[in-house]
């Protein structure tokens, strides 16, 4: 006697992907008011390309941050830009995760293989730099320490960015 099962779908993961959606909205956010304001930012943004466009995305179907230079500024994108010059990957959800919330870094993401990145490989190390230092303006240095190799020193300058961004950069994405 045979028996028929019905396919079981997996579950979704909930919980992680609405931190993974929040915290997109934040790190993009923040790299608009940061390119605006952050002299760092602002040097590794003005090396790039007019037009240049970025998208980090969840894969297989997860969501994704797209960013566009217009004018040595960064614009964040909510949907998917096309023919994007870098596209960062993140392998699962839980690789994205754990990236998000600052459990590792990003260099240990693409050492065990759960980042991938399609472009120019000159663009992203530019791209990591910035990261770096949008990473030191939102967090405290005792969790900056685990993820940046060289700890940015906050000046009076930096600080008063810090406040910037926590305020209105990215509430408002100024």
Known sequence: M?????????????????IIKIVFVVLGRAFQSASRNDPDVK???????????????????????GLEKKSDQLIFKWS???????????RNIESAFMVMTPQIGAPQ???????????????????TRALNSLLALLYPRIIVKRL????????????GIRIWLYTLGILLGI
């Open 2 to 18: 045979t028996m028929w099962y019905r396919p079981v779908k997996p579950g979704t993961k909930r919980f992680k992907l609405f």
């Open 43 to 65: 040097k590794e943004v003005s090396s790039w390309d007019d037009g240049f466009t970025l998208i980090m995305k969840v894969l297989p179907d997860g969501p994704l941050m």
């Open 80 to 90: 998917k830009l096309k023919n994007a010059d870098l596209e960062i990957y993140f």
């Open 109 to 127: 993401a693409f050492a065990e293989k759960r980042m991938s990145i399609k472009g120019d490989l000159g663009v992203s190390m530019s791209f």
């Open 148 to 159: 940046v190799k060289r700890v940015p020193v906050l000046t009076r300058k930096k600080i």
